[in-house]
């Protein structure tokens, strides 16, 4: 054994040592992932023959489970427990200057140390991905199985992250930038960890491949480098005046790369951490006024404030009590009204009662963050009329593909061939592809509405099931525009069958008697970005958009053509603490949004001018703490601060060189 180590080279022998140092932990890790999976496996198993597949996929589908939960934390702890099993002994038992004597640059020592424990981690992620795929196609089809996959992804890259930054943080030479580097790391870590919606990452992924890849890595070298300064400094002349100029200039432009990657990455969480933690502490929630349109006074009601400090008024400035309130709103309030006997036989000339308000009663409501996302493009189908209280749950579930809709059996996931051919004869004047395809999920309904699917030729279509049978419908849809969005509606009312948006921000009702659709008189609306709420009765709506910080009400009449009645615009007040983060912050970062299920930066307010001062006076501080160094990295400082203020000045001071 010692004459082969004797004849290895040094690249092997130094691959042979960490191989040693970790052949314990691979066991251990090996047990865990197997552990995991097969608990992964289980469960999925469990939950199909309890309570059947097909809860399985609504519970995927429309509630955002990730079938690889129980793997959520274990690429985390294997990484930080690579990291440690292989760096520790290093710094613990002062072995990494043993291991800088190899006849290897440094650089090479370090590359392959780091390559050992990435190319580790690679095969158990690669391994762990191939098996948690294959045993769960056995039981749920590709769609789902990938996008659980997809949705996971951050989490094995997380363990590779982890790894990289338990290295940085041993080989730096100072307690001080450990304990600065333990915390910069658990922040960077917890970016992987924001969301487990389905592909809320997409956008982003490949910036945190960059970072677990590229960045630390570079932190490492950077940290070996200053490692390598601090022992030169503690070594004898003659042994400091061996290194050679090459690879000490070599060594200060590593570090130079990692001092900036790493003020880059602490002015990126700073930005995102510091104003979190201020509007956490000192905002306060405004919640709107409850507004609706009253066709009694031909003013919108506004109740504002709790039941303690309620207060009852409407825009044109009149103030009511609560029992003249109830009655300005009879198509709300009619349940109170016929308690207190003040409800009328009539309102506007028609005879009206309990069960008519109730049945004519509806609120309809759709936020960016509902369209701002990715969705499995497996589509469950139902009888559209049920005999019991709520709609039956379904058991199949149709997709498209290259050659049209194609129906899968949930229970047994597979393909009902016969039904196929079925569905698709009924559907041979559809245009494929389509690009949209929506219903409405709630399954607390006592009918269903099917779907509305868009093709290719912008033909509006509404597909449902009944006894088996498809029933498919060409609808009226807006000349000369392109749908973008569409809603399915199930309202007690039948006459409704659901909503368009256009391109151009026009929106439309769909009659469900006729499939007619018609326009309602409101503002250009752009559901991807501003949220709509309708409260709809007998005899008008109110329309309540929000974009922004602006509210705007729009009544409308429920008959058709729509008229529109009343309008009310309502500027949601800034707070005190918004203003006074304006001085403080040049720029507030985001990295997820309540108008979108993504995460990726975003910046919540451009540059704000009043931090000026602030800037200005932290940019002198900065000065008079750099003055001794170079012209080049005086300048640059100073001009960071100036842009970045806070940001920087942060960071600048916790990784003083």
Known sequence: MENMIHRMSPVTALLYKEWL??????????????????????????MGRMHGFPTVWNAVLYNDY?????????????????????????????????TLHLPMPDSQILAAMLGFGYALQLVASCIAIILARFLLLSLLPFE???????????????????????????????VRRRITGAILSALCISLYFLSSRLDAYATFIWVLLL?????????????????????????????????????????????????????????????????????????RQYDLPFTVYSGITNTF??????????????????????????????????????????????????PVDAEMMSSHFFVFHSRPAELNQRSILLYPIVNADSERVTIADAYEAFRWTPNGIEIIQMEGNSVNSKKTEHFRAALADVSLPVSITVRNPDPRKERDNGY????????????????????????????????????????????????????????????????????LPIERFFPRREAIMIFGNLFDQTVRIIDGSSVHYMAISSDTPYRQLRTYRLEVPSDRADAVARWLFPFELTFTSGDSAYIYPRLLMGWSWHCIPLCL?????????????????????????LVFGLFLAVPLLLWRR
């Open 144 to 174: 789902i199985v990938d996008a659980n996959v997809r949705t996971s992804l951050p989490w094995f890259l997380a363990g590779f992250s982890a790894y990289g930054l338990v290295a940085w943080i041993c080989l730096e030479p100072t």
């Open 66 to 98: 990730n079938l690889l939960a129980p793997l959520r934390w274990i690429p985390l702890a294997v990484g930080l427990a690579l990291g440690m099993a292989q760096f520790l002994p290093e710094m613990r038992l002062r072995r990494l200057k043993l």
């Open 452 to 519: 509305l699917i868009v093709d290719a030729k912008n033909v509006l279509w509404q597909l449902k099931q009944q006894d088996g049978e498809p029933i498919v419908r060409r609808l009226s849809a807006p000349q000369g525009e392109i749908i973008r969005s569409a809603w399915v509606t199930e309202f007690d009312d039948p006459s409704y069958l659901g909503y368009l948006s256009t391109e151009s921000g026009r929106f439309f009702s769909l009659d469900a008697r006729h499939g007619q659709c018609a326009e």
């Open 301 to 350: 009601a506004v109740f504002e404030g709790t039941a303690e400090t309620a207060r009852y008024r409407d825009d044109a400035g009149r103030s009511y009590t609560r029992k003249e309130f109830d009655s300005i709103l009879p198509t709300i309030y009619y349940t109170q009204l016929i308690r207190d006997g003040r409800f009328p036989d009539s309102l506007f000339g028609v």
């Open 21 to 46: 140092k970790v052949r314990f932990y691979l066991l251990a890790a090996s047990i865990v992932w197997g552990a995991a999976l097969l608990a992964t496996y289980i469960l999925a198993l469990r």
């Open 617 to 641: 006076l932290l940019a002198a501080g900065i000065a008079m703490l750099a003055r001794r160094e170079s012209r080049s990295r005086f300048i640059l400082k100073v001009l960071g601060v």
């Open 211 to 283: 970072f677990a890849f590229g960045l630390v890595p570079v932190l490492c070298f950077g940290a070996l480098a200053r490692f390598r300064e601090g022992e030169s400094v503690n070594a004898p002349p003659r042994a400091t005046r061996r290194a050679g100029a090459s690879s000490r200039e070599g060594s200060t432009g590593v570090k130079n790369i990692a001092y900036s990657l790493l003020l880059l990455l602490g002015v990126t969480l700073s930005s995102t951490i510091f104003p979190y933690v201020y509007h956490l502490t000192l905002d």
